[in-house]
């Protein structure tokens, strides 16, 4: 097979940064902070419909993330399918009933009690839409060579930062999802061995009545993450 050669690298200029005032970069900084802090891991979701196209502009959003060579190994498989919705739901509560009756061990399960989450996830039913969110081991090239990707977890894990972002901008709400195990997801979202699926999204309005546990009201410090050296 022949090799093709590697892209030359061309250097242009920086296209879309700008300088802000010392005074807006500070305000603009509280105020995104203001925004991000409201933003709540959510349980339970409206059925209401959540147009297509704002879950794709949330989706392109995460796409712009930093990321390995800029091989963007990520992909995100969207369910809106009711009858997808399901098996998923069934599949997760499978798996979900094991770890709770004990697979978790008593520490995790002591570190969960303050959320009062259990096995029963009507939510991957409820929120009209489900992101799945595989790492890409591998991928094709523009010019489709399938190349090794680099810093999968990295990028993929930032790429789901933004799109949480994002889809908190946009006024949505949402939860991060992990099954565990959940290979099971790759057979249903169509997805080869070789992507390793790394969270779901489940995303769309709370309900009427949606709460959320005290305990994730609490954020540590400033002092408590962070050195300044
Ligand atoms: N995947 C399980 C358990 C779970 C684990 C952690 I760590 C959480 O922060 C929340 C839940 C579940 O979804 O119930």
Not at 51 to 77: K, M, V, Y
Not at 82 to 97: F, L, N, T, V
Not at 103 to 110: D, I, N, S, V
């Amino acid at each position: 097979m022949s090799q093709t050669k590697p892209a030359a690298y061309q250097p242009i200029p920086l296209p879309d940064y700008q300088e802000l005032p010392v005074d807006l970069m500070r305000r603009n900084a509280l105020d995104f902070y203001e925004e991000i802090r409201r933003r709540h891991t959510v349980r339970d979701f409206d059925t209401r419909p959540v147009p297509r196209d704002i879950i794709e502009s949330c989706l392109l959003a995460a796409g712009t993330a930093p990321n390995g060579a800029n091989h963007q190994p990520w992909h995100f498989a969207v369910i809106g399918n009711p009858a997808i919705k399901r098996q998923i739901r069934i599949a997760a509560e499978e798996e979900e009933q094991a770890f709770y009756a004990g697979r978790a061990g008593e520490e995790w399960l002591e570190a969960l009690a303050p959320l009062g989450t259990d096995s029963s996830k009507p939510f991957l039913e409820d929120a009209p839409w489900l992101i799945c969110i595989f790492g890409e081991r591998k991928s094709r090239s523009a010019d489709g060579v399938l190349r090794k990707n680099y810093y999968v977890p990295e990028s993929v894990n930032i790429a789901t930062g933004f799109l949480i972002a994002a889809l908190h901008k946009a006024g949505l709400a949402m939860l991060t999802h992990t099954p565990n195990p959940m290979g099971f997801l790759n057979e249903i979202c169509g997805r080869p061995a070789q992507d390793k699926p790394y969270i779901m999204l489940v995303v769309g309005y709370p309900s009427p009545g949606a709460t959320i546990p005290a305990h994730a009201t609490e954020k540590r410090r400033l002092e408590d993450i962070a050195t300044f050296l």
